[in-house]
């Protein structure tokens, strides 16, 4: 049997036919144009998915259901879309809705986005085998995902495993969330632009601040990595902070669900273990129970833009 | 059929033999005296069991198991106890010993004692009949149990659900853990106790700080409420200090688990919606998705010291 994944996000519209091996077998994608109605972009996500199985001259029998990774607050139990702020949308129908379009007798189900690329790599990628994990998505936000015992943990309602809106410095950087000091002000990419800018701002003779000018004044998530390691003490400083940061937040979450492991995504992760080597290290000084207790290590996510769709085809069993 | 709960803490055993009513038939201690090895603590709680039964004229096949609430670091899967500070035990496998002891075919279980409290006030307390309860206990430290679907959530491993080890304000106040800034440190009986005794000290000529004298110069939890009620404005800045800590730590643990209903335990709970009303009342502004989410109310537990054997007697289906 197969399974179709669809990775819903503000921009793009992806859908992908997975098969029994975790093969993502074609996937298209089509515009999402959010400032439609959300019915306009269900009808549009039934057209795709549609068309890949005429492609494949597959037939509805041959898939047990379509999965769906939704930015937002989800309501994966009622099949709901409560609030996304990404795609404008309030009190959205979707699993019924997307049934209706579909004109096929079909489980459908809905989950965060984060949620399903945390099962994505835990099913298919840097996590496979692995039945419990944390992952966070290391964006313009920070998303997060756990899987406990193979499956995802969302809380008891909508709105639950938001582990990037949970204190870090309270009274700290002012979150998108209202509130301030979350996780996401320190541990995400925007977080580290941020502060590098600052600091360069703040030394012009450094060479992060060269390397800034350079790229047109715009600082990016790589250059304070790249003075980093042509020596720079104002970038060295930066990015030890964003360590400590990060392992603070993730020892907060080894603390709550102990997973097996712990993945990072995003473009920050193209540091590999320059990223990973400095918070696995930090980490161990930091989990309740200390070498009493399990420490996961840290390690860097595999699936790239695929695991959207494997996490989303995943959400049924195969 | 009847259910055998144990609160074991530091100072005593606590014994309950527990009807289907969740009503506590006969409850019995004995001094724990942790500086024993552990096999005799352990020998010492079947002999209470044994007791009780007797007593009460109860065959062990009248019983249908055993629940254990112990403090620290439970692998309730393995049924042992990794790590206990509070009564020094490293690597003790409970569940068998107390099964050897007890001589007696019977389902055992055990956990942590944080969460157990959760479990009593889920199943017989402030949240009786509620499938989903986060609850804090102010006491020394924070403890947290997780009700999820009617179970306890501990996380995969043991270490998990450790609600006061995760961070409110990164670099603040030292924790016993070994961070700092740990919710913990800011939101205890002990923190509280210890930021009035700050404030008295620093404002000699204020209500809170002659309370205090008149206490033999001992600061405690009820002093700050008190002198906050007669309109003194040192406790008042300390107490609303005190809420906004709280309300913060809450709204973590709402972005995370998403409950029904966040109970609070431990003796500022006597300050009752003097407690509860400021909380509620930050906590509205403080989750994410705002009114557009389920917003849990925050209540005070009510069963008290008999939690400890009521969730533990619920480790085991009635």
Redesign the interface.
């Known amino acids: 049997m197969y399974r179709i994944g669809i990775d819903l996000g503000g921009t793009n519209i992806k859908v992908g036919l997975v098969d029994e091996e975790q093969k993502i077998v074609q996937e298209e994608f089509t515009p999402t144009r959010a400032e439609r109605p959300a019915e306009e972009v269900i009808a549009d996500i039934a057209k795709v998915v549609s068309d890949v199985l005429k492609d494949q001259k597959i037939g509805f029998d041959q898939v047990s259901g379509v999965g769906i990774g939704c930015p937002g ?1 989800i309501d994966a139990k009622n099949g709901t879309v ?2 996304s702020n990404n795609l404008a949308w ?1 009190q959205v129908p979707f699993v019924d809705l997307l049934k209706k379009y579909l004109q096929q007798e079909c489980v459908v189900r809905i989950s965060n986005d984060a949620n399903c690329a945390a099962l994505g790599e835990a099913k298919a990628g840097a996590a496979k085998g692995v ?2 994990v944390v992952l966070l998505t290391l964006g313009t936000g920070v998303g997060g995902g756990v899987i ?2 193979g499956k995802i943990f ?10 990037g ?7 700290g950087e002012m979150c998108t ?3 301030s ?1 979350c996780v996401e002000t320190y541990v995400s990419a925007t977080a580290l632009i941020r502060d590098a800018a600052r600091a360069a701002k703040e030394n012009p003779g450094s060479q992060m601040n060269r390397l800034m000018e350079e790229n047109d004044g715009q600082m990016n998530g790589k250059i304070p990595f790249d003075a980093m390691q042509q020596g720079d003490e104002t970038a060295t400083a930066v990015v030890n902070y964003y360590f400590d ?1 990060l392992a ?2 993730i ?2 979450f ?7 492991i712990v993945l990072l995504s995003g473009g920050i992760c193209n540091q590999g273990s320059n990223l990973t080597d400095p918070v696995n290290e930090r980490l161990k ?6 070498e ?3 420490i996961p290590p840290v390690r860097c996510a595999t699936l790239g833009n695929s695991a959207g769709i494997l996490g989303a085809a995943n959400l049924i069993d195969a």
């Open positions: 607050m409560p609030y309030e039945d419990n406990i015992d969302e809380g008891a309602h909508a709105g639950g495993a938001e582990l809106h949970t204190s870090l410095i309270y009274g969330c209202g509130r000091g940061y603070e937040a020892a907060n080894v603390n709550l669900f102990r997973p097996d000084k930091l989990c309740f129970g200390g009493k207790s399990l």
